[in-house]
């Protein structure tokens, strides 16, 4: 299968399924079994369709496949600079999906609790909970240097999961105290 068959196949069935008011961006299409089933290159190749509703289907597909969305993360992490704010809050998602400790990727996450659009602040905080687990313990290291790294790292997450509970939006600031909680550095003040 080729893109111009995944971007086709895309299109009509989002034509087929959307109605008025409906978002097209907000449909979890489930694909065709050969489209399903084609190779992690095509997908690949869908993280830099023209098509919005293609790289989301693309996002969406590797969020069922960790392992292959852990291969392919660089073409992934692109895509939380996208304009598009769905695409933008699937990224973080497949990204969290990954459980990557990678502390560049973890600090664009952070910097996304302050985007404009609330989807993407809210995928940020609760991602953040989660993604803040995989970060290695400071005591099972060996070396001072990477312990110190680890520990501004933290507290970064800490510092930027504090900032959004003051968010305008209250569902994100309730994922920020959840996603504190769930890194054990949430304090009732």
Known sequence: MELKELEEIVENMILQLSYPGLDARSLNIALPMAANEAPVKLYV?????????????????????AGAAKHHIKPI??????????????????IEITKS??????????????????????????????LAKEIPKTNDLNNEKKSASINALKETVVNSLKGATDDSVQEVRRKAIKALRKIGAFSAS
């Open 101 to 130: 400790s990678d502390s560049n990727l973890i600090l664009k996450i952070c910097e996304l609790l302050k985007d404009d659009d609330h989807i993407v602040r809210m995928e940020a905080a609760k991602s953040l909970g989660n």
């Open 45 to 65: 190749h869908a993280l830099n369709s023209e098509s919005i509703n293609v790289k989301l289907i693309a996002l969406r597909w590797f969020q069922n496949r």
């Open 77 to 94: 992490a692109n895509l939380l600079e996208n304009a598009d704010p769905w695409i933008r809050k699937e990224a973080i998602k497949t």
